[in-house]
């Protein structure tokens, strides 16, 4: 089993900034790909952004040039940097893992979700 442990998560002004962590741990061999996904109220979830084993990374249009995805390897942890927040980025924020067990099992994990709410 693995566990994802979220932070970073609350209440900012528009055009303010806010930084996510998800850190893995548990029966981890390898961690593929990592991701932030987003879901308001009455909406579906949505991507937000990824980042491979590789560092390449993905993200929505909607937070291109805003959001920065990161990850840390040594610590099985991926960030989200959230700059100029808007208050259409006011949701629920989950991180995603894809992992890789001992036996060989791949996996996909979700966290229990972080709020940002963006108001003045």
């Known amino acids: 089993q693995v566990q994802l442990v979220e932070s970073g998560g609350g209440l900012v002004q528009p055009g303010g900034s806010l930084r996510l962590s998800c850190a893995a741990s548990?029966?981890?061999?390898?961690?593929?790909?990592m991701g932030w996904y987003r879901q308001a109220p009455g909406k579906e979830r949505e991507l937000v952004a990824t980042?491979?084993?590789?560092?390449?990374?993905n993200s929505a249009d909607s937070v291109k040039g805003r959001f920065t995805i990161s990850r840390d390897n040594a610590k099985n942890t991926v960030y989200l940097q959230m700059n100029s927040l808007k208050p259409e980025d006011t949701a629920a924020y989950y991180c995603n893992v894809h992992t890789m067990d001992y036996n060989g099992y791949y996996s996909n994990y979700w966290g229990q979700g972080t709020q940002v709410t963006v108001s003045s």
């Open positions: 548990g029966s981890i061999f390898r961690i593929n790909a």
């Open positions: 980042i491979t084993s590789g560092f390449t990374t």
